[in-house]
């Protein structure tokens, strides 16, 4: 295998086209799914610049790029997919017809293990090692907002139905309703990041933001803005304010969603469902395809869904001491939470008790 590993400052502007260049025709191939935003190689800068151990490995064919592994490494060979915990895509990013060999990839890479929790379809040698699969809710948009809409209607009428009314009403009682797709104030994120983490301590979560490198590399990805590559702030205003608002990244095609969030004070008109189906509009007018909503069980995504995508979780291992350890560390924690989550008699209680949980906390504040 002609593979070379990068540190990501080290990766050429040739080599950063190629990736580009793959993502943007991964459609035309029929590898939609490598057209996803976590996918591209400027999230795996972004978080270079705010973790250390980021690595890229670079195969080549004939002298020319035939995939790209991005991928975090501990000191002891313990790999991890990029981002992992906050980025809903991974995997290898390659030309059609490209193949790999998982145990021979980690080799070279010098891993011992590569831990994933959101492989994306298609990723044949590293699947055979997948220990789940689960939906990742998509909203259509190729067609149009107007054809994702008359879908909405047929498959949740009533649903639809009250988010218009819902919307409607927000302007009367609230005034003037605006929506700005690609907002650039950076009082707007801070004010979306303050509404995330009180809705975190709320729900007996843990807060994303009381982790210092997910807020830069959220403020790194909000400035990052290329053709092809870009961090989106969408908000919702009601008379001038913002009532609801969210971050994701887009590429050509796919708008990846993940962190909304909203002003409970609002909370009667749904501000989050209402700026969502504003997102859908928007995006479509842009000629993206779809937006991806992200793996997890939420009402709100059921309801706005026109199908499901699936992504992976588990684990990819050598021969090792070290993947034998690390796997044995993980495994327990990782069946527990799906097993809790994958069943409603047991997800509701333990989903009340985090809200009772943040109650406390919130009272405490």
């Not at 590898?31 to 996803?36: F, H």
């Not at 047929?154 to 309703?177: I, M, N």
């Not at 991806?292 to 990819?316: A, H, N, P």
């Amino acid at each position: 295998m002609d593979l070379s590993v990068y540190r990501p400052g080290e990766l050429t502007g040739a080599d950063r086209a190629a990736w580009t260049a793959m993502q943007a025709k991964a459609h035309l191939h029929g590898s939609p799914e490598l057209a996803n935003p976590f996918l591209a190689p400027e999230f795996a800068l972004a978080v270079g610049r705010c973790r250390r151990g980021v690595r890229i490995a670079v195969v080549r064919e004939d002298g020319e790029p035939a995939a790209f592994f991005p991928f975090q490494r501990s000191a002891a060979g313990v790999g991890r997919a990029v981002g992992l915990g906050v980025s809903d895509a991974q995997g290898v990013v390659h030309r059609p017809g490209f193949t790999w060999d998982a145990q021979e990839l980690l080799r070279a890479c010098g891993l011992a293990v590569w831990e994933f929790d959101h492989l994306v379809a298609g990723q044949r040698p590293f699947e055979a090692h997948a220990s789940g699969t689960y939906p990742s809710p998509v909203i259509d948009v190729d067609q149009g907002f107007d054809a994702y809409l008359d879908r909405l209607r047929g498959q949740s009428p009533k649903f639809t139905k009250s988010t218009l009314a819902k919307d409607r009403k927000l302007g009367r009682d609230a005034g003037e309703v605006v929506y700005v797709h690609d907002e650039r104030d950076p009082a707007a994120l801070r004010t979306l990041m303050d509404w995330k983490s009180a809705q975190y301590r709320r729900t007996g979560r843990s807060d994303r933001f009381a982790h210092e490198w997910i807020t830069r590399l959220v403020e790194q990805l909000f400035h990052t803005r290329s053709a092809p590559f870009a961090g989106i702030l969408s908000v919702l205003y009601a008379d001038g304010r913002p009532i609801a608002a969210h971050f994701g990244l887009r590429t050509e095609r796919v708008l990846a969603c993940w962190f909304p969030a909203y002003d409970p004070a609002y909370s009667k008109y749904s501000p989050g469902l209402v700026l969502h189906l504003r997102m859908a509009e928007a995006a479509a007018a842009d000629g993206i395809a779809y937006l991806d909503l992200g793996r997890g069980q939420k009402e709100y995504k059921d309801s706005l869904k026109t199908r499901q995508i699936q992504v992976s979780e588990g684990w990819v291992t050598r021969r090792h001491p070290v993947a034998f350890g690390h796997r044995a560390r993980r495994t327990p924690v990782r069946a527990l939470r799906n097993v809790v989550v994958s069943r409603p008699e047991l997800f509701e209680p333990a989903d009340k008790l985090l809200k009772q949980i943040g109650k406390i906390r919130s009272g405490h504040r």
